[in-house]
């Protein structure tokens, strides 16, 4: 036989589930060389016949120009009912084979060598595939302050394993509304990496199911990219060409995952994560099994504070706050929230004051630190009616340290002093 290339060799051992890069491949052929010439070898050319591997390849059937020893004893002479059962060790004399002996043993030196380089180009891209599932671990612990702010409801998982369906799971955590999930999808293509929002979109699922959420490239937090920019943000900051691998933020409704789980009737549920094109499903990724992340919450109590805007003449009741280390549930009230929440209502207009007052208190309103810094939750993404209530929730990427909240204000309105 020839001297199998590294890449056939791979081949044979199902080596397509770590793709190696062509650096890795080289480095994986000079360690093969290397080792054969520290085993006292020649490093055979890459298509020329081996000597070592040409001879002797069957025992039974070989014709070698060296006479067997009549000392040595031949095993087809023997009635196997007299041997069965027994091991018995054949004398040596030293009057063997000995060019035939040299032979194997180089031969089976020569496979030890290219086994030693196979199992190391397979170890080099499992590493490397590995490798990128803790550095993006690392990466989002710094990312989202989670490290800083006890953000102890923020999950990170056991990257060490192999992927399902090439979906990793790498952290998760619930603002109590949102079930956040970070994730690693592989392989994806540089072309395909850059062109999310041109022609490239994702979206994850619990499997089965039609309950699905968005998902986004996991971009630093806080940077803004221009028109025309995204794709290089995503190849920068995303993705990863050596293992073609691209980092995911997926989020999913908390009160519809629970809603699923129910139905399947268990406490965890399969995650999956798909890619359209051009409109269409192209990829799926996973299933894996997730379940829901608990909730980190701190509950604030305003007393049902009253709170007069003068610029709009109006009035709100602060009854409290539900803060989470990514978002918060302001819980007010005011004149016809039940009609303007629930949607019945035929002018909208003399509602509009009412919407802007909402706004405006989860803008203006401001969490203050123990270290004297600021925190403004912002403008509600969602809202509803519950209980008498309207929740306002809202949500940001990097955590905030909930334990060290010690006063909540509105202009002059004190809400909550530690």
């Known amino acids: ?13 199902g080596a397509e589930a770590y793709p190696m890069s062509a650096s890795h491949a080289a480095d994986a052929g000079r360690v093969a060389a290397l080792t054969m010439r520290k085993l ?41 009912r007299t041997v069965t059962g027994t091991r018995r060790a054949v004398p040596d004399d030293g009057r063997g084979v000995p060019e035939r002996n040299a032979h194997m043993k180089k031969k089976r030196l020569i496979t030890l060598a290219l086994a030693a380089a196979l199992t190391l180009a397979l170890g080099i891209a499992a590493c490397a595939a590995w490798s990128i599932h803790t550095a993006r671990q690392s990466e989002l612990r710094a990312e989202l302050g989670v490290g800083e ?28 509304s949102e ?99 051009d409109g269409l499903l192209t990829r799926s990724f996973g299933p894996v099994s997730f379940a829901l992340t608990e909730e980190q919450l701190r509950v604030f109590d305003f007393g049902h504070a009253l709170y007069h805007d003068e610029e709009l003449n109006k009035d709100i009741e602060l009854v409290g ?14 004149e016809g929230a039940a009609e303007l929440q629930g949607g019945k209502y035929t002018d909208f207009e003399p509602y509009r004051p009412w919407c802007e007052l909402e706004d405006r208190v989860m803008r203006e309103a401001e969490i203050i630190f123990s270290d004297g810094t600021v925190f403004s939750t912002g403008a509600s993404l969602s809202s509803c009616y519950e209980n008498g209530t309207v929740n306002l929730w809202i949500s940001w990427l990097k955590a905030i340290d909930i334990s060290d909240v010690q006063r909540i204000v509105l202009g002059d309105l004190v809400l909550w002093e530690a």
């Open 1 to 13: 036989m020839r001297k199998a290339r590294i890449s056939e060799l791979m081949d044979g051992y």
């Open 40 to 80: 006292g070898l020649d490093a055979p050319d890459q298509g020329a016949p081996t000597h070592a591997m040409n001879e002797h390849t069957n025992d039974e059937h070989t014709n070698d120009e060296h006479a067997i020893d009549k000392h040595v004893i031949d095993k087809r002479a023997i009635d196997k």
């Open 149 to 176: 702010n006890d953000a102890s409801g923020y999950v990170e998982y056991d990257v060490s394993g192999e992927p399902d369906g090439g979906l990793v799971l790498l952290s998760a955590a619930s603002d109590g």
């Open 179 to 277: 079930q956040r999930i970070y994730v690693n999808i592989s392989p994806i293509s540089e072309a395909e990496a850059g062109a999310y929002m041109d022609t490239v979109w994702y979206g994850c699922r619990v499997d089965g199911t039609t309950i699905g959420g968005n998902a986004v490239p996991a971009l630093p937090v806080g940077e803004a990219v221009a028109s025309g920019e995204m794709s290089a943000s995503v190849l920068r900051s995303a993705y990863d060409a050596e293992t073609q691998t691209l980092t995911l933020q997926c989020f999913l409704d908390v009160n519809s995952v629970l809603q699923a789980m129910q139905s399947l009737g268990t406490e965890t549920f399969p995650l999956s994560v798909q890619m359209y094109a």
């Open 321 to 334: 706050l539900d803060l989470t280390p990514f978002g918060a549930v302001w819980k007010v009230n005011y």
